[in-house]
T-cell receptor, first 112, second 115 residues
Framework: LAKTTQPISMDSYEGQEVNITCSHNNIATNDYITWYQQFPSQGPRFIIQGYKTKVTNEVASLFIPADRKSSTLSLPRVSLSDTAVYYCLVGEGYSSASKIIFGSGTRLSIRP | EPEVTQTPSHQVTQMGQEVILRCVPISNHLYFYWYRQILGQKVEFLVSFYNNEISEKSEIFDDQFSVERPDGSNFTLKIRSTKLEDSAMYFC?????????????FGPGTRLTVT
């Protein structure tokens, strides 16, 4: 599994766009990049997954440069309810029985 | 939207006692998992389960732990003789082989407190 590095914490304000960058220099050809979100006292929740370029869904966008050694999760116009820990994961996305190895994540705090 | 459910939400037990944590995965999912999270620490993988057998287990999942799918809907984690250090949130998760993206759905967790 490729090692990932992401900021320990970030602060932002309501209405702002938040970008969380994750480094994964040793990403393998078959690896996908996946982001999960965890609210306090809740289980993690899948947000988005991508392989290259850009992926967008109703929650977030994921930007992946051509070399795939990093990725950026973009949360548009955050609200207080986006306060959570965000985990960047790299692994074989198409292997349905894969365990998830969570790192420490990025603790995002949104202020009014 | 279908969801994973877990019972109880909070379990308090004395050291040395046996506990069973229960989960109902999403009905058409085939892969099941248990994770735990000690307060303030990372979410840790315990075990994965497919086709009525363990697919993979971590070093944490020693002989005091066992999992079972007793019927078509429940998935349980048993801790035979609890220790103080077993106090944690335990999350059940399930995934569908057909999504093609290893999206695991997590339950709300059971908070286990061992005294």
């Amino acid at each position: 599994l490729a090692k990932t590095t992401q900021p320990i914490s970030m602060d932002s304000y309501e209405g702002q766009e938040v970008n969380i960058t994750c480094s994964h220099n040793n990403i393998a050809t078959n690896d996908y990049i996946t982001w999960y979100q965890q609210f306090p006292s809740q289980g993690p929740r899948f947000i988005i997954q991508g392989y290259k370029t850009k992926v967008t869904n109703e929650v977030a966008s994921l930007f992946i440069p051509a070399d795939r050694k990093s990725s950026t999760l973009s949360l548009p116009r955050v609200s207080l309810s986006d306060t959570a820990v965000y985990y960047c994961l790299v692994g074989e996305g198409y292997s349905s029985a894969s365990k998830i190895i969570f790192g420490s994540g990025t603790r995002l705090s949104i202020r009014p | 939207e279908p969801e994973v459910t877990q019972t109880p939400s909070h379990q308090v037990t004395q050291m040395g006692q046996e506990v069973i944590l229960r989960c109902v995965p999403i009905s058409n999912h085939l892969y099941f998992y248990w994770y735990r999270q000690i307060l303030g620490q990372k979410v840790e993988f315990l075990v994965s389960f497919y086709n009525n057998e363990i697919s993979e287990k971590s070093e944490i999942f020693d002989d005091q732990f066992s999992v079972e799918r007793p019927d078509g809907s429940n998935f349980t984690l048993k801790i035979r003789s609890t220790k103080l250090e077993d106090s944690a949130m335990y999350f059940c998760a399930s995934s569908d082989a057909g999504t093609g993206r290893n999206e695991q759905y997590f339950g709300p967790g059971t908070r286990l407190t061992v005294t």
